[in-house]
């Protein structure tokens, strides 16, 4: 876990961060499945679209990261009546005051990394249909007014013409590694029209991959023994 930024915001590792965005956006995509369980936010988490940076997190490192978001409230654990299992729900629209249009927002970025607010406008999907990406902006800018700030606005990018914004809940010395990451990328992109060699995947990729086709399955094998059980209660 991250300390605490000059501001006065208590800074969250990428872990806390990945979570905190996972059940923001299945509480808004798939709201008859939320909260999550653990299994399900263990698939979310793992992911291998719509998340950058592509994370391989295992139940136990979940549980830890949720069990330091309930200390901080940041995430409440659910016991509904006749569950087998817990369920979690973020808090962060009550811990920061936000409206689902800056929830939105800010869940993309957790979510996807630095992006410029046609980037985010595009991302939303059911989170939030942002009509212009002057409302965006707008929401961003509510995040960066806040204090203490929850998203910085980043210089253009060489070559661009849009801002680029980031959260802040690690603190902006992460997002200063994260420019620096981008930037050495960006440098390394094979020029146009020229296709870039395949790179195999490695052991720990393969793993990776693996490791969240099973979470994923773990959740479906957990949604469809509930609505068994809740079949055989009709004849019983």
Not at 187 to 201: D, I, K, W
Request: proline share 5%; aromatic share 6%; glycine share 6%.
């Amino acid at each position: 876990m991250q300390g605490e930024a000059a501001d006065g915001l208590e800074l969250l590792d990428d872990f806390e961060v990945r979570v905190l965005g996972v059940l923001a956006e299945k509480e808004g995509i798939t709201p008859d499945s939320y909260p999550l369980s653990l299994n399900a936010l263990t698939a979310g988490c793992n992911q291998l679209s719509s998340r950058d940076p592509v994370m391989s997190m295992s139940e136990q490192t979940i549980t830890a990261v949720l069990q330091r978001l309930v200390q901080r409230r940041l995430v409440s654990e659910v016991r509904q009546a006749g569950a087998r299992v817990a369920k979690y729900e973020h808090r962060m629209r009550m811990k920061w005051s936000l409206e689902q249009d800056k929830l939105a927002a800010l869940t993309v970025l957790m979510l996807r990394g630095i992006q410029t607010a046609g980037e985010i406008r595009a991302r939303c999907g059911r989170l939030h249909d942002f009509a212009t990406v002057a409302d965006v902006e707008t929401a961003l800018q509510f995040l960066i007014d806040k204090f203490p700030p929850l998203v910085a606005r980043l210089p253009r990018a060489p070559g661009t013409k849009e801002a680029r914004y980031a959260h802040l809940l690690s603190g902006s010395e992460r997002v200063e590694q994260q420019e620096v990451a981008g930037s050495f990328a960006s440098n390394l992109e094979p020029a146009a029209g020229v296709s870039p060699p395949a790179r195999p995947l490695s052991s720990s990729d393969r793993v990776a991959a693996l490791e969240t086709e099973v979470a994923a399955l773990r959740a479906e094998l957990e949604r469809l023994n509930a609505q068994f059980a809740e079949f055989r209660r009709q004849f019983e």
